[in-house]
C-alpha cells in the first residue's frame, strides 16, 4: 500500500487563511479557517491538524480528488487501502471515463444548452473481492449518465455526509457551465474527482468530418448498450479506443446502414 510519507512542518505545504469556514478535514472542529496551499481544498485548524493527517491527505495533496475518511474517528489499516485503491482506480479511469461521456453527449447534440444544464455523474462500488494488487479490478460501475444540475446537487446532498457534500458542491459549481464544456462527477464510497472536459476536442474529433458524427452516434449507442460498464468489469481502458478503431476501419455505407438497425 502507498502512504505519504511522515512531515516535518517545513516539508508541508502552507497553510493560507481562507474565508470559507468548514468543518476541519483532521479534528472536525467547525469554522476552520486554514487551507491547504497545495490543492486551495482541503481545510485545518492549524498546522498540528494537518501534520496528523498528512497520512491520509498526502496520498493525494494537489490532485482534483476528494475524500470523505473524515468523517471517521480513525482510519484503521483497511480503510486506509480502500481509500489507495479508490485513488489509484479513479487517477486510472479518469481519462477513459471522461472519453465515455464524450461519447454519452454524441446523443445531445442540438438540445438546448443542455450540458448547461445538466452534468456526467459516474459512480462506481466496491466489488467485494477487494485486492490492492489488482486495483483496476476492485470496482464495477453502478451509475453513469447525465443529470440535471439541481438533481445532481440533490443526489450529493443525499447521498453524502454534509461536510464532504458541500466539498463536492463547491468543486462542481466553481466549474463554469458552458456549450462544450461537459462537467463530470466521478466518484466511489471513499473518493470523489470533479472536472470537466471540452467536447469540442473530443475523441471523435480526431477523424475525418464525414465519419466524426457517425462514429459519434454509434459510439453513444455502444455506451447505453453497456460497453463502458463492460469495459469496466473488464478492466480495460482502452475498450472506446478499440471500437473506434473498428467502427473507422469500416465504409460510411456500412456504418449508416449499422445505425439504422
Known sequence: ???????????????????????????????????????????????????????????????????????????????????????????????????????????????????????????????????????????????????????????IRVSQPVDNADIILREFTALSPSPTQLRIVMGTRRMWTIFAVDIAHGPHTTFEPSKARILGRLMANDFYAGAFKTAVEAGNLDRDAELLREYNSQPIATLKARLAL
Open 1 to 155: 500500500m502507498l502512504r505519504a510519507t511522515s512531515p516535518t512542518l517545513a516539508t508541508l505545504p502552507l497553510l493560507l487563511p481562507t474565508a470559507v469556514g468548514v468543518s476541519c478535514a483532521f479534528c472536525s472542529q467547525p469554522d476552520a479557517h486554514s487551507q491547504c496551499e497545495l490543492c486551495n481544498r482541503v481545510v485545518y485548524c492549524n498546522t498540528e491538524c494537518q501534520s496528523l493527517d498528512w497520512t491520509r491527505h498526502g496520498l493525494y495533496c494537489g490532485e482534483n480528488l476528494v475524500d470523505n475518511i473524515h468523517i471517521l474517528d480513525s482510519a484503521p489499516d483497511h480503510v486506509l487501502e480502500q481509500l489507495d485503491s479508490s485513488t489509484r482506480f479513479l487517477r486510472a479511469w479518469r481519462q477513459a471515463s471522461a472519453r465515455w461521456a464524450c461519447h454519452a453527449a454524441e446523443l445531445t447534440i442540438g438540445v438546448d444548452n443542455f450540458l448547461e444544464k445538466h452534468a456526467f455523474l459516474v459512480l462506481f462500488h466496491s466489488r467485494g473481492d477487494f485486492s490492492p494488487h489488482e486495483p483496476l479490478r476492485n470496482f464495477e460501475l453502478t451509475m453513469a449518465g447525465f443529470l440535471g444540475n439541481e438533481g445532481l446537487a440533490k443526489w
